[in-house]
């Protein structure tokens, strides 16, 4: 047993982590909140040259032959950087629709709450997505439609959404502890304040167990699994958001600090796969399932 | 990443599972929780079949990945705990064996491994707890011997205890981490008063020991004189890596025997109780996962378990504490009821945030540690 990641994936999550810092740093995430629904081709047809798409295609389809765990890799990079646009629906999109795979195509996914992620911007949609609605969304970065009927949800999704929602919480633990070292009150700095210190550590721990949920679930795809990362990731997310947000006190409410904007995508992704009470009752069925 | 185990590893667990099932049915009955004497045999009989079919030093120097795997199957097969060992094996045991002298070494350790001598632990004071370096035993030197003064407390085993891995302050004037040492002191020295601690499950699991003027050679010393601090850290990073597999793999048991109790209770048509127990199982579940991740860790930095161990353990004593509450849902008033079997592991569950370090100095630990926030209160 070696569950580590290897050179390669260390090799291929370090190539992703610095396409993105150049390409999607913190100016371009400010102009794509300007910029509510636009959709950047150029960035996304990049996306499809280094093969984000492709990962999981074979490679005598002209994919890239990798496997769940280094799209899982690149997914939680995505995550990471608040990376806009239908990157899930495109990516598993890549094998059926043609220039999906290249970021020609861009797809979007009728989702398992009947919400559709980014229709309008989107050149494919797979789905009914007949009646839509477009809803003023919450998250700036992901324009939402709703559609009378939801579409059942493909594991693989499932778990590449724990993916992004773990380089979300893995961002937000960052972010919080960068301002815990640096913001002074009362002559010191405040993550020298238990109260404080101990915010930040309870998002390590919650990072760090659902990374262990998430790589698992990449290596074994088993449905027990998925839903584990599910649940944990969503719980990293959501409340590694409101933590960072508390930690940096009314800098974190405003607009123009970031976290608010983790905050959202995660609120967004935790209904991407369907309802949390499905994964929770999937897994007390798998109670009675298995023998003692 | 990889959770598959290599043909070697698959191998040392296929003729594990053999042996327990050849084993595990002639040992004699459990002793009662109360018979300290019957314990002490009982669990030291099984170290001593450890020793002989080849398993005693599974935790010193089999790869992480073995050990993983003897303390899962061992948990499965239900075999016993390593009890009255614990101590010895994996505190005493691996300190002597990084720290001690040869002679020191071929001393103390055979024994423990032959399962033939009991160790305890004398770290915590009624006034050093969480801060753990403030304490007061005092040891002045006379001539060979060191002269103790003092006492400890939640000492287990004590009362059976051959020997005592003992923190003294040998310098009182130094800062208070240097001016401590690490003694193996014989627990039938005179001098010696062992008084038992009733918890609040009711049975008397640890104890307080008092120390008056004990004499223990200064040959005793593991590491030198007021080095012990530094002596003890290597101990304690021990206690918080590979320590909870078998626990977590008894909560998962226990878990599916709670949902098989719903079921027939009734409780189970309860959405919110069945969604409950759907959370704890994600839960277990990665917590499996993060022991296989600290495992592979430790197997890839070279055995010695780090920081990780105290992430895991603020989540596992956190959830092994939901897991029970849970539980109490699932029986109702029979929750109430001490002859009803798990009612003690509820309150047992209790001690897990505080012992080996609170939550809240592991919350200190991970944040200072790992995630570089400043010292400070």
Redesign the interface.
């Known amino acids: ?6 050179e390669d ?1 260390r090799a291929l999550q370090g190539g992703v982590r610095e396409l993105l810092a150049r390409r999607f740093g913190r100016e371009e995430l400010r102009a794509a909140v300007d910029a509510p629904g636009c959709l950047d081709r150029a960035l996304w047809r990049e996306l499809g040259a280094v093969g984000f798409f492709a990962l999981r295609l074979p490679e005598v389809q002209g994919g890239v032959g990798l496997g769940l ?1 280094e799209a899982v890799l690149a997914f939680e990079e995505a995550g990471r950087t608040l990376l806009p646009g239908p990157l899930m629906a495109t990516h598993l999109a890549a094998a059926e629709v043609p220039g999906a795979a290249t970021g020609e195509t861009v797809v979007a996914d009728v989702g398992a709450c009947g919400l559709v992620e980014w229709l309008a911007a989107a050149d494919v949609v797979r789905g009914d997505a007949a009646g839509a609605v477009p809803l003023r969304s919450v998250d700036p970065l992901t324009p939402l439609h709703r559609v009378p009927v939801a579409r059942g949800v493909d594991p693989v999704a499932v778990l590449l959404t724990a993916a992004e929602q773990l380089g979300s919480a893995t961002r937000a ?1 960052e972010l919080a ?1 960068q301002h ?2 640096a913001r002074e009150q009362f002559g ?2 405040i ?4 109260a404080v ?2 915010l ?3 998002m ?2 919650r990072t ?6 998430v ?2 679930a ?3 795809a088993d449905p ?2 998925i ?2 990362a599910r ?2 990731a969503d719980e990293a997310a959501v409340r590694g958001a409101r933590d960072c947000l508390q930690v940096h006190g009314g800098m974190g409410f405003t607009w123009e600090f970031e976290v608010h904007l983790h905050l959202k995508r995660a609120w967004v992704r935790t209904h991407r796969a369907g309802d949390a ?1 499905e ?10 399932a ?1 023998p ?1 | 990443m990889d959770l598959t185990y290599t043909p070697e590893e698959q191998e040392f667990r296929a003729r594990l599972r053999e042996w327990l099932g050849k084993v595990l049915p002639v040992l004699p009955p459990k002793p009662s929780p109360d018979d300290w004497p019957g314990r002490r045999a009982y669990d030291l009989g099984w170290q001593r079949r450890l020793h002989d079919a080849g398993y005693a030093d599974v935790h010193w120097d089999a790869s992480p990945t073995m050990r993983l795997i003897f303390l899962e199957e061992t948990e499965k097969a239900g075999a016993p705990y390593v009890g009255a060992g614990f101590v010895g094996l994996l505190h005493a045991g691996p300190t002597i064996a990084a720290e001690g002298t040869p002679e020191q070494r071929a001393r103390w350790l055979p024994p423990i491994l032959r399962g033939e001598e009991v160790w305890c632990q004398g770290f915590s004071e009624p006034d050093a707890g969480s801060d753990l370096a403030a304490l007061r035993t005092r040891a002045r030197r006379d001539g060979d011997d060191y002269v103790v003064s003092g006492s400890k407390i939640w000492t287990s085993h004590a009362e059976v205890a051959d020997w005592c891995e003992l923190l003294v302050r040998t310098d009182p004037e130094a800062p208070k981490h240097r001016g401590i040492s690490w003694l193996a002191m014989p627990m039938d020295a005179p001098g010696i008063t062992v008084r038992p601690l009733k918890t609040l499950a009711g049975s008397a699991e640890f104890a307080e020991v008092f120390l008056d003027e004990v004499r223990v050679p200064v040959a005793n010393r593991v590491g030198d004189e007021n080095d012990g601090w530094r002596v003890t850290m290597v101990t304690l990073s021990f206690e918080r890596g590979t320590a909870f597999v078998g626990e977590v793999v008894a909560c998962r048991r226990v878990l599916r025997e709670l949902a098989g109790e719903a079921r027939k209770n009734g409780r189970w048509d309860d959405p919110v109780l069945r969604r409950r127990l759907g959370r704890l199982n994600a839960e277990f579940r990665a917590l499996w996962r993060l022991t296989q991740w600290n495992v592979s860790e430790a197997e890839r930095t070279g055995g010695v378990p780090g920081v990780g161990g105290s992430v895991f353990k603020l989540r596992y004593s956190h959830a092994r504490q939901e897991l029970y509450d849970a539980a109490a849902d699932v029986w109702g008033p029979d929750s109430l009821d001490l002859d009803r079997p798990w009612v003690l592991d509820r309150l047992s569950s209790l001690s897990y945030t505080i012992a080996a370090g609170t939550s809240q100095i592991q919350r200190n630990i991970v944040a200072e540690r790992i995630l570089g926030l400043p010292k400070g209160r």
């Open positions: 047993m070696r569950f580590q990641l290897t994936q765990p633990c502890v815990a070292r010191q700095p993550g020298g304040f238990q210190k101990h930040c550590a309870e390590l721990v760090e167990t659902a990374r262990a949920a790589y698992a990449a290596v074994t027990a699994d839903d584990t649940l944990l009470t994964s929770e009752e999937n897994l007390a069925a798998e109670l009675l298995q003692i």
